[in-house]
Each structure stands twice: as structure tokens, then as C-alpha cells.
């Protein structure tokens, strides 16, 4: 028997020991979520007598979801468990595995990346001569994508269109989905999309779902998208044995689909629904929760918490204003710096965040100036590289031969003399004769599509075909990689070009073996089909490696579910964040930002650090900052006063202010005022940033549109108002 009681807080045994049924569990941030839902599905098992076959939990990560089964088989003392732990999109495609010929798909289809899909819009604007009405087709890819999380499918949403822009979408979302079908493929969204249109078109496959999995656990509800409910919805239909878990406060996707109203919905969705709120921190000081406590309560949409934690006040929050991004940037440096000696911390104990990517590049500069190691989490990731989506094009194309985005990917790379006008010739036979694109070059071998060069063609059918006998045959995955390497010619490419680019190329296509060498001792029976599945679910967040000792860097976003002693949050300018786009910002859209701070502020543990710019340079231009509304609502007996400043610059006192790491004294009597608009005859316009001396020594720091900044002596430079 399990003696729960000693290893959880009373809220937390109390969501854990519900019997069977709807329950609610509102976690507040650091309340220990994942323990409860983990101790949950234990207790289930050990102490209710549930078949672990039964139970159904999903995760939004790979990660999160392989975390959760190792801790389940050491808490239950097993070496195997018939439990499916996986993410939303992983069981979506279980089911079309098993159930794609009711949608008339083949079964070894292919899962596209977001460029992949972007690729496939751009081909079908190029071929229909459709304007795209001002959209990119990024843009175009979003609002098929917030079509299919609303379950709109595309003749429906074409007919519904009034909009001119509309239209012009409906017209290519119809055809996006006729070539996804033509090659085979899913996107992403379909993976919940196909699903659930199959759940609500065969009533007799959902009904052996919700045989099958008696009981639901869902992990982070709160970022759950309308088709994901309604997935939800279709196999909790009848049992309604239903836990879920999130909370509202950290809601932060609605962009990507996510909405909000799921998880305060609940109750109304599954009558009698048992509630708890769990409001112990383990993670934070106080003062850090109190300040983002008061924060998050100006939001309207949202259920009341109070979160409290046994960890004492700790340190106030610092907020520190700065001149410009430069001067946030040795700001952070300084203060890093200084608490790794006096504290003892590592470089992983601090983490950097913001809300665009675009504000890297200058925090970057600092810590490379300085000598300290860092990390980017959301960048270009390891699956996305050129080289590492080149071999697994191939991998595709003898798994799924429909592929045609794969076939054109790697007909000509490395280079063997297919032009794109060939590749443009063999499109075009192979689409108006119903073939894919590979049996085209396979025609063209023959001579069959004229002006193309068949010999070139050959070689690479010669490629396929070896490596077609190596799959048929059963060749073991990372042999199999390791083969493609070799038979292309990608490996010797790479050798030949003898760069230090091609070096990291060829050390990461030879990490990609080895990582698929992992995936077979991990995996039993493992297929190219499951290893393919894998990589195409991965997550930033899969991908991150905490032993590493840097510093991290990444946006608000790609820090939910992380923590860090110590958390700077950067960019605190009005319209910056919140992010405010044509000068407004709906008030859903501003509670949403607001979610996104809190978020930020309980990453930390024990230090948070919150920066703002008076100026900032954005597109060649430098603008003036006006403090986030947010540092006003934090209350100020959690701020610490030393670095307290956000006072109007008219009203400032004459006193010493931070300026990042310098500090300067406010002289009463000067030519102009920090922040004053000037023009000088050659530089045009600019802005003041900092001011030395007065009289005939003045000295003005600006900040030109044109040529960056310039130190002018202000009796000499013939500067005037602007």
C-alpha cells in the first residue's frame, strides 16, 4: 500500500484519493501538478484496482510523457506497464495508424512540418496563379490551422467566406488538403483534426475507444484547443471518469489554438464535477508570488487562487531601468556576475527571457563580450537543420513514396546535376498522369519526359533502389541512416567540401545516427515509420539539455514548465510587453500578456530581475520606452527600492539614476534633456541618450536614425530641437 499521506500536503492527497469520476484540479504554479497526476494514476492502480490498460494520460511533450512513466514504474515497483502516457498529437496518430482507410489514406503516411505545409501553400499560389492578397504564406498555413483546431474543414470554410482575404484562403485550404491526400501526408493540426472527424463519422470506433480507456488524465488543460476538447469530449462521453489538470492563470497559446474557456468550463461541461485547488508553492519565495499574485488578479477571466509557500519572503524583486538595450545587456552581465560569486550559483541557475526572439541579438552581445556561456531554447532546432531534414527526406520517400515534398527535396542533393527545371518537367507528367513524383523519375529513366536528362535521373533512381532492397530486406534503423549517408553521396559531399560548416554538418548527420540507435534500444520491434512519428512530435522542450552549463536564453513562451534560481525578465516597455500591435490591444489579448508575465515571474525560485528601456532601437530607429503597465501593478513592498526608478522623466527627482551599469548625476542645468528629440545638419534625427558635463564641456550621447550613436560636444555640433 502507498502511504500518500506522508508524501503529499492535504490538497494534494485530496485530488489524488477522488474515486473515479469529473474532477477538476486547478494547480497553481509550482504546486507540484505533476506529482499529483502521476500519485493519481498510481493510486488508480494500486489502490482502486484499475487495469493500468484502461487509463489513458495525456501530456503536451514526448518529454513530459516518458518522465511520467518512468516515475510511475518506480513508484509502483514495476519493470513494464500496460499504461499509454503520450501527448494529444501522438494519439492522434495511433488512430490513424490504425484507422486510415476510413479517411482514404494508405498506411505508411508522412507527418509535415510547419515548412513542409508552408512549402505546399507556396507550391499551390505558384501553380494556381493565386494572389495571395497581401498574405505570406506563413500567415495563409495560420488560418488553415485555426480552421482545422475549430473543426471547420474546407468547403465549409470556403462557403462561409465574405472577405475577399477569406476567399483567396478557402480557395487554397481546399486544394492544400487535396495535395496532403496526393502525397499521403498529414499536417500537424491533423493529427487531432482526422481524429475526431473519424470519432464523429464512426460511431462504432469511438465506442471501442471509450471501451477501451475508462478513465482520462489531461495534463496542462488550460492550453487544450477546441478539437482537442471535443476529442476529450467524444471519450469521456460515457464514463465521464475525467481528471484534468491546469490552471488558468497560465493560459498563454490562445495564438496557437488554445482556448482558455476549456478549463473554466469544466464544471459546466461535466455536471457534479469535483473541484480542487492546490495553492502551495514549492518553487518560489514569497515575495516573488505575492508580486505575481497581485499581478495576475487584474485579469477578469480567470478562477480566484492563493498561492503560499513555507520557503520564507526572500529576496524583494529588483526592477532596473536602463538606457537602452546595450546598457540592459551589461546590466544583466553585472548582475549575473555578481550573484555567481556571492552566491556560488552556476551558469544553468540563470535564465533570460523575452518576449520576442528579435531582442536576443543584443543581450547576446553582452554575454559574448563577457566570456559567458549561454544557450538559445527555440531556435533553429536539431530536426529542423538542412542537413538533418536532407537524410530523413530520404528515409520518408522509402517509407512513404507519395511523398513528393520529399522526392523534391533530395532529387538533386547533394548536387548531381538536376536542374529545377527538370524537377519542374517530371512534376508536371507525374501530376497530369495521377503519379507521384518518384515513379515520374523512375519515366524519366525510361525517356519518357522530354528534355530531361535521363543519366542524371538514373543516378538517383540507382540510390532509391539500393536502399529500397536495405529496407525491404529489414535493415536495422541506424544501419539503415548510416547507408543513406553513405549511398547518396551526402557523407562525401560534406568530406569534400572541407569547411567548418561541413564539419558541423557531418557531426550532426552522424548524431542523427546515433540518436536513432537510441530510439532501437529504447523501442522493441523499432520501425522507420515509429522513428519518423518521433521526430516529426518532438518539442523545443524535448530537445533541451539541462545539464549543460549556460546560461538560458529564450522567449516567455519556451519557459512555461521550467524554473531557475534566478530569472531576469527583459524588454519591460509598453507595446514591447505587452505586446501591443497599431497602437491597441483587445482586452482578451492584454489578459493573455498578462498571463504570459506571470508566467515569466514564476519561473523563478529565488532571484527575479525585471528590465526596462528608455530607448529602444527597432528598424534602424530608436523609440522612447514607457514602462510596462505591468511593473505598476506589482505591489511595491516586493520591489526592492535601490532599483526602484519608474518614475516619468519629467518628474524624475535630481538624483543619482541607474543607467545599466553606470550611474550618473542629474545636473540641473543643460543644453537638452535625456530623451529630447534633436537634428543635426548631417546625422538628421536622433534621440539623447546620456549627457556628461555642462557649459562648453557639455557632451550629449545620441542615439541617429541613420548612423547609430555619436558623442557630440553640444557647442560645436549645431543641434536643434526637432
Given at each position: 500500500m502507498l502511504s500518500l499521506k506522508d508524501k503529499l500536503n492535504?490538497?494534494?492527497?485530496?485530488?489524488?484519493?477522488?474515486?473515479?469520476?469529473?474532477?477538476?484540479?486547478?494547480?497553481?504554479?509550482?504546486?507540484?501538478?505533476?506529482?499529483?497526476?502521476?500519485?493519481?494514476?498510481?493510486?488508480?492502480?494500486?489502490?482502486?484496482?484499475?487495469?493500468?490498460?484502461e487509463i489513458l494520460a495525456v501530456t503536451f511533450t514526448n518529454k513530459a510523457a516518458q518522465e511520467m512513466r518512468e516515475r510511475l514504474l518506480k513508484l509502483l515497483d514495476m519493470e513494464y506497464l500496460p499504461l499509454l502516457v503520450l501527448t494529444f498529437h501522438s494519439f492522434g496518430a495511433r488512430?490513424?495508424?490504425?484507422?486510415?482507410?476510413?479517411?482514404?489514406?494508405?498506411?505508411?503516411?508522412?507527418?509535415?512540418?510547419?515548412?513542409?505545409?508552408?512549402?505546399?501553400?507556396?507550391?499551390?499560389?505558384?501553380?494556381?496563379?493565386?494572389?495571395?492578397?497581401?498574405?505570406?504564406?506563413?500567415?495563409?498555413?495560420?488560418?488553415?490551422?485555426?480552421?482545422?483546431?475549430?473543426?471547420?474543414?474546407?468547403?465549409?470554410?470556403?462557403?462561409?467566406?465574405?472577405l475577399h482575404r477569406q476567399k483567396i484562403i478557402g480557395q487554397i485550404y481546399i486544394e492544400y488538403q487535396k495535395r496532403l491526400r496526393l502525397h499521403n501526408g498529414f499536417d500537424f493540426d491533423d493529427l487531432i483534426y482526422w481524429p475526431v472527424k473519424i470519432f464523429d463519422g464512426h460511431p462504432d470506433i469511438l465506442q471501442f475507444y471509450r471501451r477501451h480507456f475508462k478513465h482520462l488524465l489531461i495534463d496542462e488543460y488550460q492550453d487544450t484547443s477546441i478539437s482537442q476538447y471535443q476529442m476529450v469530449k467524444h471519450l469521456a462521453g460515457e464514463h465521464k471518469s475525467v481528471t484534468v489538470v491546469g490552471d488558468d492563470d497560465q493560459s498563454i497559446y490562445g495564438w496557437r489554438g488554445a482556448d482558455i474557456t476549456n478549463i473554466l468550463n469544466f464544471e459546466r461541461d461535466f455536471p457534479g464535477a469535483k473541484v480542487v485547488k492546490l495553492e502551495q508553492n514549492y518553487r518560489s519565495t514569497?515575495?516573488?508570488?505575492?508580486?505575481?499574485?497581485?499581478?495576475?488578479?487584474?485579469?477578469?477571466?480567470?478562477?480566484?487562487?492563493?498561492?503560499?509557500?513555507?520557503?520564507?519572503?526572500?529576496?524583494?524583486?529588483?526592477?532596473?531601468?536602463?538606457?537602452?538595450?546595450?546598457?540592459?545587456?551589461?546590466s544583466l552581465v553585472e548582475q549575473l556576475t555578481h550573484l555567481r560569486k556571492s552566491e556560488g550559483l552556476k551558469y544553468s541557475d540563470?535564465?533570460?527571457?523575452?518576449?520576442?526572439?528579435?531582442?536576443?541579438?543584443?543581450?547576446?552581445?553582452?554575454?559574448?563580450t563577457s566570456g559567458i556561456p549561454y544557450i538559445i531554447v527555440g531556435g533553429l532546432r536539431f530536426y529542423e537543420r538542412m542537413e538533418i531534414k536532407d537524410i530523413l527526406a530520404y528515409l520518408k520517400i522509402l517509407v512513404n513514396?507519395?511523398?513528393?515534398?520529399?522526392?523534391?527535396?533530395?532529387?538533386?542533393?547533394?548536387?548531381?546535376?538536376?536542374?529545377?527545371?527538370?524537377?519542374?518537367?517530371?512534376?508536371?507528367?507525374?501530376?497530369?498522369?495521377?503519379?507521384?513524383?518518384?515513379?515520374?523519375?523512375?519515366?524519366?529513366?525510361?525517356?519518357?519526359?522530354?528534355?530531361?536528362?535521363?543519366?542524371?535521373?538514373?543516378?538517383?533512381?540507382?540510390?532509391?533502389?539500393?536502399?529500397?532492397?536495405?529496407?525491404?530486406?529489414?535493415?536495422?534503423?541506424?544501419?539503415?541512416?548510416?547507408?543513406?549517408?553513405?549511398?547518396?553521396?551526402?557523407?562525401?559531399?560534406?568530406?569534400?567540401?572541407?569547411?567548418?560548416?561541413?564539419?558541423?554538418?557531418?557531426?550532426?548527420?552522424?548524431?542523427?545516427?546515433?540518436?536513432?540507435?537510441?530510439?532501437?534500444?529504447?523501442?522493441?520491434?523499432?520501425?522507420?515509420?515509429?522513428?519518423?512519428?518521433?521526430?516529426?512530435?518532438?518539442?523545443?522542450?524535448?530537445?533541451?539539455?539541462?545539464?549543460?552549463?549556460?546560461?538560458?536564453?529564450?522567449?516567455?513562451?519556451?519557459?512555461?514548465?521550467?524554473?531557475?534560481?534566478?530569472?531576469?525578465?527583459?524588454?519591460?516597455?509598453?507595446?514591447?510587453?505587452p505586446l501591443i500591435r497599431d497602437g491597441q490591444i483587445a482586452p482578451k489579448d492584454l489578459e493573455e500578456e498578462r498571463r504570459l508575465m506571470y508566467v515569466g515571474m514564476t519561473r523563478a525560485q529565488r532571484h527575479l530581475y525585471l528590465t526596462h528601456c528608455r530607448y529602444r532601437r527597432h528598424f534602424n530607429r530608436s523609440f522612447f520606452g514607457k514602462a510596462s503597465r505591468f511593473l505598476s501593478e506589482i505591489p511595491e513592498n516586493t520591489l526592492d527600492d535601490a532599483y526602484v526608478d519608474l518614475k516619468p522623466i519629467s518628474n524624475r527627482p535630481k538624483t543619482k539614476l541607474r543607467e545599466?551599469?553606470?550611474?550618473?548625476?542629474?545636473?540641473?542645468?543643460?543644453?537638452?534633456?535625456?530623451?529630447?528629440?534633436?537634428?543635426?545638419?548631417?546625422?538628421?534625427?536622433?534621440?539623447?541618450?546620456?549627457?556628461?558635463?555642462?557649459?562648453?564641456?557639455?557632451?550629449?550621447?545620441?542615439?541617429?536614425?541613420?548612423?547609430?550613436?555619436?558623442?557630440?560636444?553640444?557647442?560645436?555640433?549645431?543641434?536643434?530641437?526637432?
Open positions: 492535504p490538497k494534494q492527497y485530496e485530488a489524488v484519493a477522488c474515486p473515479p469520476g469529473p474532477l477538476l484540479i486547478f494547480a497553481g504554479a509550482g504546486s507540484g501538478k505533476t506529482r499529483v497526476l502521476t500519485y493519481r494514476i498510481a493510486f488508480m492502480i494500486k489502490q482502486l484496482g484499475i487495469n493500468p490498460g488512430i490513424l495508424r490504425e484507422y486510415y482507410e476510413v479517411i482514404s489514406y494508405k498506411k505508411n503516411f508522412s507527418i509535415y512540418d510547419e515548412d513542409e505545409s508552408i512549402g505546399i501553400i507556396k507550391g499551390i499560389c505558384k501553380d494556381l496563379q493565386i494572389e495571395e492578397g497581401g498574405l505570406k504564406p506563413s500567415a495563409i498555413k495560420h488560418y488553415i490551422s485555426r480552421a482545422k483546431d475549430e473543426m471547420i474543414d474546407p468547403v465549409e470554410y470556403a462557403e462561409s467566406a465574405n514569497q515575495n516573488i508570488l505575492s508580486a505575481a499574485s497581485a499581478l495576475i488578479a487584474n485579469n477578469l477571466g480567470r478562477k480566484s487562487k492563493a498561492l503560499w509557500t513555507s520557503l520564507g519572503e526572500g529576496q524583494r524583486i529588483k526592477v532596473i531601468e536602463c538606457s537602452d538595450a546595450e546598457s540592459e545587456s551589461l540563470f535564465a533570460v527571457l523575452y518576449r520576442t526572439n528579435a531582442q536576443s541579438r543584443s543581450l547576446e552581445d553582452g554575454f559574448r513514396p507519395d511523398d513528393n515534398i520529399s522526392t523534391q527535396r533530395i532529387i538533386n542533393v547533394p548536387r548531381r546535376g538536376i536542374g529545377d527545371v527538370s524537377i519542374d518537367y517530371i512534376a508536371n507528367y507525374s501530376r497530369e498522369r495521377n503519379l507521384n513524383l518518384l515513379t515520374g523519375c523512375y519515366h524519366a529513366t525510361e525517356g519518357k519526359v522530354d528534355g530531361i536528362p535521363a543519366p542524371k535521373i538514373k543516378e538517383f533512381t540507382k540510390i532509391i533502389d539500393k536502399l529500397s532492397k536495405l529496407i525491404d530486406s529489414g535493415e536495422p534503423l541506424a544501419s539503415l541512416l548510416a547507408k543513406i549517408i553513405e549511398l547518396s553521396g551526402y557523407e562525401a559531399s560534406l568530406v569534400a567540401e572541407a569547411t567548418p560548416q561541413s564539419e558541423t554538418r557531418l557531426d550532426n548527420i552522424k548524431e542523427l545516427v546515433d540518436g536513432a540507435a537510441e530510439f532501437e534500444n529504447r523501442t522493441p520491434d523499432a520501425t522507420p515509420e515509429q522513428f519518423l512519428e518521433e521526430v516529426a512530435l518532438i518539442t523545443d522542450m524535448d530537445r533541451r539539455d539541462p545539464n549543460s552549463d549556460a546560461v538560458t536564453m529564450m522567449t516567455l513562451h519556451g519557459a512555461k514548465g521550467l524554473e531557475f534560481p534566478v530569472v531576469f525578465i527583459t524588454g519591460l516597455e509598453e507595446g514591447l510587453f545599466g551599469r553606470y550611474e550618473f548625476e542629474a545636473e540641473p542645468k543643460r543644453s537638452f534633456a535625456i530623451g529630447a528629440d534633436v537634428y543635426h545638419q548631417k546625422f538628421g534625427y536622433g534621440v539623447i541618450l546620456g549627457i556628461e558635463g555642462n557649459g562648453e564641456n557639455e557632451i550629449v550621447t545620441i542615439s541617429f536614425s541613420s548612423v547609430g550613436r555619436k558623442k557630440l560636444m553640444v557647442k560645436m555640433a549645431g543641434l536643434k530641437p526637432a
